[in-house]
C-alpha cells in the first residue's frame, strides 16, 4: 500500500464565509461560566460543522504552543484537554478558542512547563490579527487574563481535576527503536519513517481520535502506515511484528486508528 503522507497545518483556515477567527474582545465578552453544567447528552452525535471547528482550534493550539516554544508533550496535553472538555460540554455554550488557551495555560502547569498567560494572549492576539502590535496592559488586557483563568478552573471541574494523560510519545519512541534494529540500516537512512510516524502521531490531535484510542494502539498504527507508505518490509516471523511490540493490538484495531487519521486528512481539506 502507498499514500502520500502529508502534515496537517499548513497555514491557518478561515471560518465559512470570511469571517475568520473571533476576536479577542469576542472571547473577552464571551460569558464563559454561562450553564457550566450542562452537558451533550450522551446519544447526540457530533455534527460536520462541529468537527471542522475542533478541527481549526486544534490547529490553533498547535501554531501557539510552537510559537510559545512548547514541547510536543505539553501541546499534545492542550489538545487532550480541550477534546476531553468538549465530550462534557456543548460547543455551543462556550467559545472554543477561550477554551484552547486555558487548555495551552494548564497543560503548562501540568507538564511542568509552565508558560505565562500574557504571552499566551499577546501569540493568540497576534494569530487572529496578523501584523499587529502587542497588546498593553490596560484593561482589554486584564479582563482577557481573568477569562482566561477562570475558564482554567471551568476545564479542571469539568474534568474533574483529571488532567494528567499518557500520550503516545514514549510507546512511539521505543516501537521505532525496536524496528530500526530489524530493517537493513541503509534502507533506513533512505526513508523517513521515523519523522512520518511522528508527524502523523502529531496529526492525530487534531480530532477526538487522540481520545479514543489507547495510546499503544495508535503509536503502532502511525508507525505501520509510515512503514507501508514508504514500502519498508520488516522480518517475516511467527507473528507479525507490531504482535510482538504490542500483545493486545489486533489488525481491526490498527485499521480503526488508520482510518480516523485519513477521515482527519479529508476534514483538512473541507477546512481549507
Same mark, same amino acid.
Given at each position: 500500500?502507498?499514500?502520500?503522507?502529508?502534515?496537517?497545518?499548513?497555514?491557518?483556515?478561515?471560518?465559512?464565509?470570511?469571517?475568520?477567527?473571533?476576536? +479577542?474582545?469576542?472571547?473577552?465578552?464571551?460569558?464563559?461560566?454561562?450553564?457550566?453544567?450542562?452537558?451533550?447528552?450522551?446519544?447526540?452525535?457530533? *455534527?460536520?460543522?462541529? /468537527?471542522?471547528?475542533?478541527?481549526?482550534?486544534?490547529?490553533?493550539?498547535?501554531?501557539?504552543?510552537?510559537?510559545?516554544?512548547?514541547?510536543?508533550?505539553?501541546?499534545?496535553?492542550?489538545?487532550?484537554?480541550?477534546?476531553?472538555? !468538549? @465530550?462534557?460540554?456543548?460547543?455551543?455554550?462556550?467559545?472554543?478558542?477561550?477554551?484552547?488557551?486555558?487548555?495551552?495555560?494548564?497543560?503548562?502547569?501540568?507538564?511542568?512547563?509552565? *508558560?505565562?498567560?500574557?504571552?499566551?494572549?499577546?501569540?493568540?492576539?497576534?494569530?487572529?490579527?496578523?501584523?499587529?502590535?502587542? &497588546?498593553?496592559?490596560?484593561?482589554?488586557?486584564?479582563?482577557?487574563?481573568?477569562?482566561?483563568? @477562570?475558564?482554567? &478552573?471551568?476545564?479542571?471541574? @469539568? +474534568?474533574? !481535576?483529571?488532567?494528567?494523560?499518557?500520550?503516545?510519545?514514549?510507546?512511539?519512541?521505543?516501537?521505532?527503536?525496536?524496528?530500526?534494529? &530489524?530493517?537493513?540500516?541503509?534502507?533506513?537512512?533512505?526513508?523517513?519513517?521515523?519523522?512520518?510516524?511522528?508527524?502523523?502521531?502529531?496529526?492525530?490531535?487534531?480530532?477526538? /481520535?487522540?481520545?479514543?484510542? *489507547?495510546? @499503544?494502539?495508535?503509536?503502532?498504527?502511525?508507525?505501520?502506515?509510515?512503514?507501508?507508505?514508504?514500502?519498508?518490509? +520488516?522480518?517475516?516471523?511467527?507473528?507479525?511484528?507490531?504482535?510482538?511490540?504490542?500483545?493486545?493490538?489486533?489488525?481491526?484495531?490498527?485499521?480503526?486508528?488508520?482510518?480516523? &487519521?485519513?477521515?482527519?486528512?479529508?476534514?483538512?481539506?473541507?477546512?481549507?
Amino acid at each position: 500500500m502507498y499514500i502520500e503522507i502529508y502534515s496537517l497545518g499548513g497555514g491557518r483556515s478561515h471560518e465559512p464565509g470570511g469571517t475568520g477567527p473571533p476576536s +479577542l474582545a469576542v472571547l473577552r465578552d464571551r460569558p464563559v461560566w454561562a450553564a457550566a453544567g450542562r452537558r451533550q447528552s450522551g446519544g447526540e452525535a457530533e *455534527t460536520d460543522r462541529d /468537527m471542522k471547528k475542533h478541527f481549526r482550534v486544534c490547529r490553533f493550539i498547535m501554531e501557539t504552543g510552537v510559537k510559545l516554544g512548547m514541547r510536543s508533550v505539553p501541546v499534545a496535553t492542550a489538545c487532550v484537554l480541550y477534546h476531553r472538555f !468538549f @465530550q462534557r460540554a456543548r460547543l455551543q455554550v462556550y467559545e472554543p478558542y477561550l477554551v484552547a488557551m486555558s487548555c495551552v495555560y494548564l497543560a503548562g502547569k501540568v507538564e511542568e512547563q509552565h *508558560t505565562r498567560t500574557r504571552d499566551i494572549i499577546n501569540v493568540s492576539h497576534r494569530y487572529f490579527n496578523s501584523g499587529s502590535v502587542t &497588546l498593553e496592559c490596560d484593561k482589554e488586557f486584564w479582563d482577557l487574563r481573568d477569562s482566561v483563568v @477562570q475558564c482554567e &478552573l471551568l476545564i479542571l471541574r @469539568q +474534568l474533574n !481535576f483529571h488532567v494528567s494523560f499518557e500520550h503516545p510519545h514514549k510507546y512511539l519512541l521505543h516501537y521505532l527503536m525496536s524496528v530500526k534494529s &530489524l530493517v537493513n540500516r541503509h534502507a533506513w537512512s533512505r526513508t523517513p519513517v521515523a519523522e512520518t510516524s511522528w508527524a502523523l502521531l502529531r496529526d492525530c490531535y487534531h480530532g477526538a /481520535m487522540c481520545i479514543r484510542h *489507547t495510546p @499503544q494502539h495508535i503509536a503502532i498504527a502511525t508507525l505501520h502506515l509510515a512503514l507501508d507508505s514508504y514500502g519498508v518490509e +520488516l522480518p517475516v516471523g511467527e507473528r507479525e511484528w507490531w504482535q510482538v511490540l504490542c500483545v493486545d493490538v489486533t489488525k481491526a484495531d490498527i485499521d480503526a486508528v488508520i482510518s480516523d &487519521l485519513l477521515q482527519l486528512y479529508d476534514m483538512e481539506a473541507k477546512c481549507i
